[in-house]
């Protein structure tokens, strides 16, 4: 079955950067769109960036756009987030989420969270 499995989250300066990975298995590959999401205690869940696995278009958020860059390895079945000149606003929880529809990788779904079927279980990064 589908799983999806963050990791490169911790503690960075203001200004510095940091990568997160996305390690995604039991999928078909090709065809998906994969997305970034980060969620604070008492806020909705924020949609970041999306990449079509099958093509690479990706689609950013307003607030990130031009700091983070979304970026996959098909070889490793992996996605990325580099994130750089992070703020203290970018703490958050970090999830990875993939849906098999890829219709929906559009910046019109950026902040549409409930069309992804698979999420991975976050990974912190906290920013001071």
């Known amino acids: 079955h589908v799983q999806l499995v963050e990791s490169g989250g911790g503690s960075v300066q203001v200004g510095g950067s940091l990568r997160l990975s996305c390690v995604l298995s039991g999928y078909t590959g090709g065809g998906n769109c994969a997305g970034w999401f980060r969620q604070t205690p008492g806020k909705e869940r924020e949609g970041l960036a999306l990449i079509y696995t099958g093509g690479g278009s990706s689609y950013y958020a307003d607030s990130v756009r031009g700091r983070f860059t979304v970026s996959q390895d098909r070889n490793k079945n992996t996605i990325y987030l580099a994130m750089s000149r992070m703020m203290p606003e970018d703490t958050a929880m970090y999830y990875c989420?993939?849906?098999?529809?890829?219709?929906?990788?559009?910046?019109?779904?950026?902040?549409?969270?409930?069309?992804?079927?698979?999420w991975g279980q976050g990974t912190q990064v906290t920013v001071s």
């Open positions: 989420a993939l849906t098999t529809r890829s219709q929906y990788c559009s910046s019109s779904y950026l902040n549409a969270p409930r069309v992804y079927n698979y």
